[in-house]
């Protein structure tokens, strides 16, 4: 199974509450901070959500 990497970009002052839990459930809280996540359809929904603050690099295992 492939990984994806996820950096938050952007900063989430100003966006809707909905996009802001995304962020905390991707396990993301600032500028700057990257996490890993299996690759799976439901994170890549909420990446989708998200699009306009993350960047994702996807990593093949």
Same mark, same amino acid.
């Given at each position: 199974?492939? %990984?994806?990497?996820? %950096?938050?970009?952007?900063?989430? =002052?100003?966006?809707?509450?909905?996009?802001?839990? %995304?962020?905390?459930?991707?396990? +993301?809280?600032? =500028?700057?901070?990257?996490? @890993?996540? @299996?690759? %799976?359809?439901? +994170?890549?929904?909420? +990446?989708?959500?998200?699009?306009? +603050?993350?960047?994702?690099?996807?990593?093949?295992?």
């Amino acid at each position: 199974m492939s %990984t994806v990497r996820v %950096t938050q970009v952007r900063s989430e =002052i100003g966006t809707k509450q909905r996009h802001r839990g %995304t962020l905390r459930a991707l396990g +993301l809280g600032g =500028i700057g901070k990257t996490v @890993e996540h @299996e690759d %799976t359809p439901q +994170l890549r929904g909420m +990446l989708r959500l998200v699009a306009s +603050l993350v960047r994702v690099e996807e990593e093949v295992s």
